[in-house]
């Protein structure tokens, strides 16, 4: 079976993607939120989201020319067939995935766990997509994996406070 391949291009926005449901999610679920601190974290993490959008488009700016896949190496088989199932799901393909994910919460606790999911996928896809790019990109990839790793943090940590688990 052949694997599927990506161009630059094409990976650049599915993790636009991911970021955009990811802002929607976190800023619908902080309108929701009853808690003033899930509030709180919500809506900055709605605001990070949005930060990793224009990093992600910056990246997709700097591809050379028409060549959009400069820089990556679009053909590692094990990285290609980890994006195809991941580009499958609901997260990369409906760009409303986040606002609905929101709505269908039945509680904070849910909110919490359901984010907490949606930030290790988004690493998942972040640490293959740093097996694909040029070296000199990189960094922004790794920094981008340190923000989303302390996300899953502040998540866990408030789980804890608010929950007791």
Do not use: C, W
């Not at 993790?15 to 939120?33: C, H, L, P, Q």
């Amino acid at each position: 079976m052949d694997p599927v391949h990506f161009t630059g291009k094409e990976v650049l926005d599915m993790a636009v993607r991911i970021e955009e449901n990811g802002m929607r999610f976190y800023t619908d679920a902080s309108k929701a939120a009853k808690s003033q601190q899930l509030k709180d974290l919500f809506s900055a993490l709605a605001e990070e989201e949005a930060s990793h959008i224009k990093t992600f488009l910056e990246l997709k700016r700097a591809l050379v020319g028409n060549d959009e896949s400069a820089g990556f190496d679009a053909y590692i088989e094990d990285a290609q067939q980890y994006l195809k199932s991941m580009a499958d799901t609901e997260v990369f393909t409906n760009p409303n995935a986040g606002k609905e994910a929101a709505r269908a919460l039945k509680n904070e606790e849910e909110a919490i766990t359901l984010a907490i999911g949606m930030e290790k996928d988004s690493l998942l896809f972040y640490y293959e997509l740093e097996r694909m790019i040029r070296e000199s990109d990189k960094k922004i990839i790794e920094a981008l994996i340190d923000q989303e790793k302390e996300h899953v943090r502040k998540l866990t940590n408030l789980h804890k406070v608010l929950f007791g688990k």
